[in-house]
């Protein structure tokens, strides 16, 4: 068994300048709950894989999760990048 870590147990409350998220569709467990770590967070990017589940939504919990939380939307290939506001990063 291979022990998890949150990604508040990594950060221990400190801020955070990027989380690259590429989960192959468990994005959807991720998003669920305990996101509070997203408002100490520059920049988010993620791929989203719902072409490989379709009719699964395994990015909706993702898309609810940041809608809540201002921000910018980049794309560069597979990758989106959420810029969150109130960060130190700038598009």
Same mark, same amino acid.
């Given at each position: 068994m291979i022990?998890? !870590?949150t990604?508040? @147990?990594l950060s221990k409350g400190r801020p955070i300048l990027v989380v690259k998220v590429d989960i192959e569709g468990a994005d959807k467990e991720l998003f669920r709950s305990n996101?509070? #770590? &997203?408002d100490r967070t520059d920049l988010i990017a993620i791929e989203l894989h719902? #072409? !490989?589940?379709?009719?699964?939504?395994?990015? @909706?919990?993702? &898309?609810k999760t940041i809608a809540r939380r201002p921000h910018q939307i980049a794309m560069r290939g597979e990758n989106l990048f959420f810029l969150m506001s109130g960060g130190t990063?700038? !598009?």
């Open positions: 022990p998890g !870590l990604i508040d @147990q996101t509070d #770590w &997203m719902d #072409w !490989l589940f379709p009719n699964v939504e395994t990015s @909706q919990s993702f &898309m990063i700038s !598009l």
